[in-house]
């Protein structure tokens, strides 16, 4: 049984950080490409960062500086650590697992950005 679960989302002011985790089972962790994905009502999910099973990153252009993904093989779990958070980052965030051609999902956390 394949299983992602993030954790740390929740309710924050603008400019403020949250860290989000997403520790993964069933899977050979260490080969798979690890991302966090978000979604907003009304709007296509969209890609905020990815990491490879060698640990190159690439990140969505509306976080880019701001947000920063990491995995650590030892315990199964790949995080995103979001900083100078904005509204417009609110969102359910899903974390994704990729070994082509088969991906899994989490069942998002939210993550809400407001004064």
């Known amino acids: 049984q394949v299983r992602l679960v993030e954790s740390g989302g929740g309710l924050v002011q603008p400019g403020e950080s949250l860290r989000l985790s997403c520790a993964a089972s069933?899977?050979?962790?260490?080969?798979?490409?690890m991302a966090w994905y978000r979604q907003v009502p009304g709007k296509q999910r969209e890609l905020v960062a990815v990491?490879?099973?060698?640990?190159?990153?690439r990140y969505g252009d509306s976080v880019k500086g701001r947000f920063a993904i990491s995995r650590d093989n030892t315990k199964n779990t790949v995080y995103l650590e979001m900083n100078s958070l904005k509204p417009e980052d609110t969102g359910v965030y899903y974390c994704?697992?990729?070994?082509?051609?088969?991906?899994?999902w989490g069942q998002g956390t939210q993550v809400t950005v407001s004064s």
């Open positions: 994704n697992a990729a070994l082509t051609p088969t991906d899994y």
């Open positions: 069933g899977i050979v962790f260490s080969i798979y490409a």
């Open positions: 990491i490879t099973s060698g640990r190159s990153t």
